[in-house]
């Protein structure tokens, strides 16, 4: 099973609201990551878990807080969210940080912050 | 400075061709591994290859070749009798730094192959 799952696949919500982005790996990995995407951009790093430890925190503003809660999940809780920040937010995992290790990525969030 | 330059931002490519996609990168160290990523339409990333900084034969998968020029830091993608499920964005990446944790991606080309 090569599979990232990520739930839920759209998310429309308010500038006050709090929702959480949720993604989940059964390859036995040890890294997980988060991404943001604006359109025809690459991919943007986020933050970095590795063995459920947060390794990299890309300056990322405070209205994102991530959480790991065991090896399998990866959660993404958003509060108090911009417009700016509407974008797909994509979630990777691979078997750890090492150089060769290439990243296995689920299909994304779309979130639209209105 | 960039640490992934792909210059192509769009490219064509007839159906059965072969189609190369440019990507240098810049880096200090070492150790740094080379990846290809597509990503089509619906949004997921998907890994192509693979290329180690110490690895002396370039990477193949399958229609999909590495061309790994180490003094010229150059790691072109080759897809070879391309198709018309390979339209899509493609993305150079690497990694680098001491726990592999540094990780960058270039800006991207889109491909079209052309029936």
């Known amino acids: 099973d090569t599979e990232v799952t990520q739930t839920p696949k759209h998310l429309v919500m308010g500038m006050t609201n709090k929702k959480s982005l949720k993604c989940e790996q059964h390859?036995?990995?040890?890294?997980m990551y988060w991404y943001k995407q604006k359109a025809k951009k690459p991919p943007e790093l986020m933050f970095v878990?590795?063995?459920?430890?947060?390794?990299i925190n890309e300056s990322v503003p405070s209205r994102f807080s991530p959480e790991c809660p065991n090896s399998s999940l990866l959660n993404l809780h958003l509060h108090a969210l911009q417009p700016e920040d509407s974008a797909l937010y994509l979630c990777?995992?691979?078997?750890?940080?090492?150089?060769?290790?290439?990243?296995?990525f689920g299909p994304g969030t779309r979130l639209t912050v209105t | 400075a960039q640490k992934i330059t792909q210059t192509q931002p769009g490219m064509f490519v007839q159906e059965k061709e072969a189609v190369t996609l440019d990507c240098t990168y810049d880096?200090?160290?070492?150790?740094?591994?080379l990846f290809w990523y597509k990503q089509p339409s619906s949004g997921e990333m998907i890994f192509l290859i693979y290329?180690?900084?110490?690895?002396?034969q370039n990477a193949t998968e399958g229609r999909y070749s590495l061309n790994f020029q180490k003094a010229r830091k150059s790691a072109n993608l080759v897809i070879s009798a391309s198709q018309l499920g390979d339209s899509a964005m493609y993305f150079c990446?690497?990694?680098?730094?001491?726990?592999?944790?540094?990780?960058?991606f270039g800006t991207g080309t889109s491909l079209t192959v052309i029936p």
């Open positions: 990777a995992s691979s078997h750890s940080t090492g150089l060769a290790y290439e990243q296995y």
């Open positions: 390859m036995g990995h040890r890294a």
């Open positions: 878990y590795s063995y459920e430890k947060l390794s």
């Open positions: 880096t200090s160290d070492p150790s740094y591994g």
């Open positions: 290329q180690g900084s110490y690895d002396q």
């Open positions: 990446a690497m990694r680098e730094g001491p726990n592999g944790n540094q990780f960058y």
